[in-house]
């Protein structure tokens, strides 16, 4: 059986496309005696020489990852995958009743209403648009420039679409289905988080964390930045605060950092509901080390993608090109956390192996950890994952209360064991009502990185 055959067959049998590109014959016998049974799943993609990444001198090229896989049964396989089938039936509706790109399907993972794990979740979003948003006024209250939302009602969707819906796993001969999967229907209300000194130094939205410069310097006397702090934009252009994300690289270049998009430009709404500014106007500005010492430039805005460009939601990301100090050196993009402790001190390191699989957010095999300078370093439970193949999959991740602004573009990882492999970046924060009196349900919400590596071409380093 040729490769290509080899391929499609395990994408039949319900092995998903991720996974099933790095299999072979050899391989998927030490995995699974029988893949129809225990389905094998993408945990990670890793680098086996990572340790030459850690400190500069980098190698100029990228080694390539090997895959790390993990199985479940059958029956959790098909739990999952048909949920995703059901989701993207669903969402190929909405769009015939909605084209505001604000309602979406997606897979919730926790039990919530008396509903069962892995139901969809039908989300009517209202977008705020304006950084200086407090999550305790009341949507009424806000003009309605200041604010996105899509024409048709909850109830008119409700009307529309059906109350449970069936979905399909594998294919041909293997193919599964399961029905009565659940909606559940809700309204949430997303806001960007950045903010400025003044509302930080007025404490609506005060950064607390990781507010430091962190810099280091090798026995080479290489100087690198840090991740998982406090950045600013140029006070000179648009003044913003956000958090440095994770390192990325590309084939061939030195490595750049990753943040939000919104963040680097203006996005507040001018009175006739329209951005303030384009979002590739932030091209080229500066990006300080912020907090009590933000003369320290670490670098310009090299390149993004974000939701009001050309690229769909919910990109929101951007490359940060780090600068050269002098003639002769040259400030680095490093992989160790910043620590709340103070000036150069870390507390770990985001793994220079790579990153994580698809798979284990489709499975819901863990917790996951963010670093954010408004919120410090969290672990949280899994809420849905939205996927759609013509857009960015989106992480959802729950937290006990909404934070201030700030963490955009901040690092997710996993911790296994201590290697902290990075699997999103964070774009915003979200309260949703599921309605019934049930309480709302404050959320983060990160874009996989799986889809940035593919939308920037680099890898995570």
């Known amino acids: 059986m040729g490769r290509r055959r080899f391929v499609k067959s395990l994408v039949t049998m319900g092995v998903s496309a991720e996974a099933a590109l790095h299999l072979d014959k050899e391989k998927l016998e030490n995995i699974t005696g029988d893949p129809t049974e225990e389905v094998p799943r993408l945990g990670a993609l890793k680098r086996p020489d990572a340790e030459k990444y850690e400190e500069p001198p980098y190698p100029e090229t990228l080694s390539e990852r090997e895959p790390e896989y993990y199985t479940i049964s059958h029956n959790d396989w098909m739990v999952a995958e048909t949920a995703f089938d059901a989701a993207r039936k669903v969402q190929r509706r909405i769009d015939q009743l909605d084209d505001s790109g604000l309602i979406s399907s997606k897979v919730i993972m926790q039990s919530n209403n008396g509903t069962e794990p892995y139901h969809v979740g039908v989300v009517r979003s209202t977008r705020i648009r ?31 679409l059906p109350d449970t819906v069936s979905g399909v796993a594998g294919e041909g001969d293997y193919e599964t289905e399961r029905d009565g ?31 430091h410069p962190y810099r280091y310097e090798n026995d080479d006397g290489d100087i690198t930045c ?50 303030e500014e384009d979002p590739q106007d932030a091209i080229g500005r500066t990006i300080h080390q912020g907090g009590i010492l933000n003369t320290d430039k670490i670098g310009e805005v090299d390149e993004i993608k974000d939701r009001r460009g050309e690229e769909s939601w919910p990109w929101d990301a951007a490359l940060i090109e780090t600068y050269r100090v002098g003639i002769d050196e040259e400030l680095s993009a490093g992989n160790r956390l910043a620590s709340d402790s103070g000036t150069n001190e870390f507390s770990g390191a985001l793994s220079t192996a790579g990153r994580i699989g698809k798979d284990y957010y489709k499975d819901n095999m863990g917790p996951t950890c963010k670093q954010g300078i408004r919120t410090g370093r969290c672990e949280h439970t899994l809420w849905g994952y939205d996927e759609d193949p013509d857009r960015p999959d989106q992480i959802e991740l729950m937290r006990d209360a909404s934070d201030g602004g700030g963490d955009s573009g901040c690092p997710y990882f996993v911790d296994e064991n201590g290697d902290f492999m990075v699997s999103g970046l964070h774009r915003a924060g979200d309260r949703r009502d599921p309605g019934d009196g049930w309480p709302p349900q404050d959320l983060a919400l990160g874009i996989w990185i799986g889809d940035i590596e593919d939308g920037f071409n680099v890898e995570v380093v």
Do not use: M, N
């Open 130 to 160: 304006y950084d200086s948003f407090d999550k305790r006024t009341s949507l009424s209250e806000l003009s309605e420039t200041k604010k996105e939302t899509a024409d048709i009602t909850v109830d008119e969707l409700q009307g529309e």
């Open 181 to 211: 999967i659940e909606l559940r229907f809700s309204e949430s209300v997303e806001w960007d988080e950045s903010c400025d000194d003044e509302e930080c130094d007025e404490g609506t939205t005060g950064v607390e964390f990781f507010q």
């Open 226 to 275: 840090a991740t998982g702090c406090r950045i600013d934009t140029d006070p000179d252009g648009y003044d913003g605060t956000l958090s440095l994300g994770p390192r990325v690289k590309s084939t061939f270049g030195d490595p750049k950092f990753l943040t939000s998009a919104h963040g680097v430009f203006e996005s507040d709404l001018d009175d006739d509901g329209e951005p």
